[in-house]
């Protein structure tokens, strides 16, 4: 049975070159799921054999998936976050209630200093809450998460914050339909509470009103977000677990 589990891991080619180990998303879909609420037998938990050597393997299950939870950890995944999505509808602004920092859309020059802000404004991405990442490692991925913007790889549109002209901030928005997504948002830790991150939040329901909502993931841990983003006006709609394997 174990066999026809195979398709649901698919290899993460981006994090593999930058950790340097195979890295590989375990799928969670219906027909898993059932594959994993039929096994009679704790014999037969186990990984499919994807290959030798160090693995890394991520995934995301929902809180009320509790054979699918029993079974991943029983073969050696780990809890290392619960991710939280968070949407609101776009607001109509007429204008941008903004005293705190500069605003305006990603330029090619600003990719220094932003790859730079990214890799190290981040404390509570599941990468960083895995002990068996080391920091240096979970700060270069954000760091070449917020590259991939600028190469044309990743992103819709980004907005830059700034403060007596140097970059503070940056939101890093994907597009899905009618729906904008907030796929990342860091604000220099000098600079943190001051508003600045509704500031970017704003500018973006002030310049692209053509969209019906907005919607943003964050970690349980991060306590300072959640209460940012409820102030504002999102609402929570849905929660999963995030579980890593590592094998070395």
């Known amino acids: ?60 299950v929902p809180p009320l998936s509790t054979n699918l939870i029993k079974f991943i950890t029983k073969i050696g995944f780990n809890l290392v976050d619960t991710n939280i999505v968070f949407d609101k509808p776009m607001l109509v602004r007429k204008e941008i209630p903004n005293n705190k920092c500069s605003l305006r859309f990603a330029l090619p020059e600003d990719e220094s200093y932003v790859v730079e802000l990214a890799r190290n404004n981040f404390v509570y991405s599941r990468f960083h809450l895995d002990n068996d990442i080391l920091l240096p490692v979970a700060n270069k991925i954000k760091a070449e998460w917020a590259r991939n913007y600028f190469a044309g790889l990743r992103g819709y549109k980004m907005v830059i914050s700034l403060v007596n002209d140097v970059i503070v901030g940056f939101l890093l928005l994907l597009k899905s339909g009618k729906n904008l997504i907030i796929d990342l948002i ?30 943003v993931g964050t970690q349980l841990a991060n306590v300072p977000s959640i209460r940012l983003y409820e102030k504002i006006g999102f609402r929570a709609r849905m929660s999963n677990y995030v579980f890593h394997y590592h094998k070395i």
Request: with cysteine.
């Open 1 to 60: 049975m174990m066999n026809g589990m195979h398709q649901n891991f698919v290899c993460d080619q981006w994090l593999f070159e930058i950790m340097d180990t195979a890295v590989y998303c375990l799928i969670v879909d219906d027909n898993f799921i059932k594959e994993v609420s039929d096994l009679k037998s704790t014999d037969h938990l186990q990984l499919p054999q994807i290959q030798s050597g160090p693995i890394f393997i991520y995934t995301k």
């Open 186 to 215: 860091a604000v220099d830790n000098r600079h943190q509470r001051r508003g600045i991150a509704s500031d970017m939040i704003a500018y973006v329901e002030f310049h692209l009103d053509c969209f019906s909502s907005i919607q």
